[in-house]
């Protein structure tokens, strides 16, 4: 029967149908973020902003996320049909019984690193020991905390490392008080780059880091991904939802990817308080992380999907595999196959796209 509905889906989104009901009206659909508006969900902003969703047939609601929201918990009450998340956060979650599903795996490898400044000596993972490591907790580290058992440091022991939760800022790094601070590719690791070294008068430069990034590390967890709850995805039409929201996400990733100076604009007029270079860069980042995306955006890759799992039991995240089922492609293949469909010249893998220099500027402005 599933091979059967999944048949369906296919035959029906290359048809090109949307989901307009009898009287006209557009489908409300919500999206529950991770976080508050900025470049991270930039494609999700420019589909609501290009008309893209509508296309389909979808009125989408953008609901911005903050500390004390889990967009697992959101979805799984019915609060949002579309939820976005790291995967081993949606891995946890359904291993303590929430019908979770990966529908699209968007960001195809990570985006965290811990950083240093040089004059610490921190190269390696090995040299964490007896430093001041930060993290953010809240299920962030995770691939941290892989790569120091893999080097033989146990962060619950103080005798081996000092472990410090950190803000979602630099701050702590910044005054001295850590040795090194976890951040993300796109947002922490700017900030401090947007920061004056009072040595020189002038802003932090690359060279004055040291950056561990846990993709060569080996502890690198899968990230943000479109997940949505079993039982909602199996009433009727629902697929076909899904299929359409899909098609229109990744269209709103090629528009930004293609487009990044009007995305960033998108952005901030949805209200983020990060300013326009910091954006910009943000931007950047997050397209390498999408991009290249081989197989086409939102198609899972099996080896990176094995280590996520991997490094989630390892570090009890979760005690065993999750069963079969916790990830589906059939729906992105679909949204992929229908935009080919209707955009024969798409470029659904980004094969040829090459990052920008982004010239930060202080604070981000």
């Not at 949307?18 to 919500?30: F, N, Q």
Request: glycine content about 8%; charged content about 20%; hydrophobic content about 45%.
């Amino acid at each position: 029967m599933r091979k059967l509905t999944a048949l369906l889906v296919l035959i029906v989104m290359l048809t090109g149908v949307a989901y307009v009901s009898a009287d006209g009206h557009l489908t409300p659909i919500k999206l529950q973020l991770q976080w508050v508006a900025q470049s991270q969900f930039a494609g999700y902003f420019a589909a609501v902003d290009q008309g893209f969703y509508a296309d389909e047939g979808l009125d989408v609601t953008i609901l911005e996320g903050a500390v004390e929201i889990v967009p697992q918990q959101v979805v799984t009450s019915g609060g949002a049909e579309f939820g976005l998340a790291w995967v081993p956060k949606v891995l946890e979650s359904r291993e303590a019984g929430a019908d979770l599903v990966n529908i699209a795996q968007v960001f195809q490898r990570s985006g965290t690193l811990e950083v240093s400044f040089v004059d610490t000596g921190i190269e390696s993972v090995e040299d964490f020991r007896g430093m001041r490591i930060g993290t953010w907790g809240f299920g962030n580290e995770h691939e941290l905390f892989a790569a120091m058992r893999a080097a033989g440091i146990d962060p619950n022991n103080p005798e081996d490392v000092t472990v410090v939760q950190q803000p979602f800022d630099m701050s702590l790094l910044l005054n001295g008080e850590l040795d090194a601070a976890e951040a993300m590719t796109y947002n922490e690791y700017a900030q401090v780059l947007e920061a004056v070294n009072p040595d020189t008068g002038e802003l932090y430069q690359p060279e004055d880091l040291n950056v561990i990034d846990f993709n060569d590390v080996g502890t690198a967890m899968l990230q943000d991904h479109v997940f949505v709850n079993a039982d909602w995805l199996a009433e009727e039409g629902n697929e076909d939802i899904a299929v359409s929201f899909l098609k229109a996400s990744f269209r709103g990733w090629i528009y930004c990817r293609d487009n990044p100076d009007a995305c960033v604009e998108i952005v901030l007029e949805n209200g983020s308080t990060l300013g326009e270079s910091h954006q910009t860069w943000q931007l950047n980042e997050i397209s390498k992380l999408i991009w290249p995306s081989p197989d086409g955006i939102g198609i899972m890759d099996e080896d990176l999907w094995a280590q996520t799992v991997a490094v989630s039991i390892e570090g009890e995240v979760i005690s065993e595999a999750p069963s079969e089922g916790a990830y589906r492609t059939d729906l992105a293949m679909a949204a992929l196959e229908s935009l080919g469909m209707s955009m024969p010249d798409t470029d659904v893998t980004g094969d040829m796209w090459e990052p920008v220099e982004v010239m930060l500027r202080p604070g981000g402005e």
